[in-house]
């Protein structure tokens, strides 16, 4: 027998395999680190994320309670406009733009006329009838009787429409609920929302602090002109007591300030980590020793 063969195939084959065991361990171990160091730095990564998006969304509160400061601020020739132009401001590591627009500027659902109403469904994109329909939805949703208008909708349409409720027959509580309306969508309400309210001014917007898109509806007036006024608008301030010409021929005053504002706080920290926050508030008085009061508050919305 050859023993040196025998002791080649005996010891020698043990100790291979030996080291093909410690060898995988090896690799197992080195997985496992990995996967732990992975899920370490993801957890770290999520921890300074949801600091950061805390931060970044009270500073963004911080920017409300700022541009409610300004605006009851007595003295004219410093209080911010409510026209929507931006104010930049720094507080801690972020910076702050905030937006202001005084609610008189926009389309008020419980004083709009119907005309009106109906231009800016039809600026939507639908069609004339529709445009009308809808009108007249609204119309019917805010008066106190059950008599339909000649395209609107008491409750038997809206019985008859599958609907599990009808018309509030009383004015609007909030620019949520016209989502109920019969007829309008999603889509729709999304894309006017920040056009319309429920306080503060009268039956036509101000243009002295309405967006463009709401000057764009009015009589003799297209988006061109309206956003040429907006911009010849951002050059003044109501402290100057001057009149800015639209192009339909009406001098628009810039001094008159209303009670309840819309603000838009964008907060961005260094890390590029941002927050907003939308919010409704009244001040002046009322407030029961507060000084304002929220009416609508939305998070994270976009321009």
Known sequence: MRRD????????????????????????????????????????????????????RYAAEAGVHRAAYEMFNPDLETRWVGDGRPYTVEFGSSSIEIRITDESGKINLNRVDVD???????????????????????????DADDFPSEYGAEIEEYDAAGYPYGPANQPFQ???????V?????????NIRDLISVSGGGGRPNPAFAPPEVIA????????AAQEFVDERAEYHPSEQVGVMMANGELVSLQHVGRTFSVHARATLDT????????????????????FRILEWRENVSE
């Not at 939308?278 to 020793?289: C, H, L, N, S």
């Open 5 to 56: 063969w025998v002791r080649g195939r005996g010891p020698r084959k043990d100790q291979g395999v030996a080291l093909l065991v410690v060898l995988w361990l090896l690799i197992l171990l080195t997985i496992v680190v990995g996967v732990y160091a992975v899920l370490t730095r993801t957890e770290a990564m999520q921890a300074r994320f949801l600091l950061d998006t805390t931060r970044a």
């Open 116 to 142: 009106l109403l109906t231009e800016l469904f039809f600026s939507q994109g639908v069609d004339e009838l529709v445009a009308v329909s809808l009108a007249d939805a609204v119309m019917d949703w805010r």
């Open 174 to 180: 909030s620019v949520d609920e016209l989502q109920q």
């Open 182 to 190: 019969m007829g309008m969508t999603q889509e729709m309400f999304q």
């Open 217 to 224: 509806l009015l009589p003799d007036m297209d988006e061109v």
């Open 272 to 291: 590029g980590t941002w927050a907003s926050v939308k919010a409704t508030v009244a001040i002046g008085e009322g407030m029961r020793g507060r000084p």
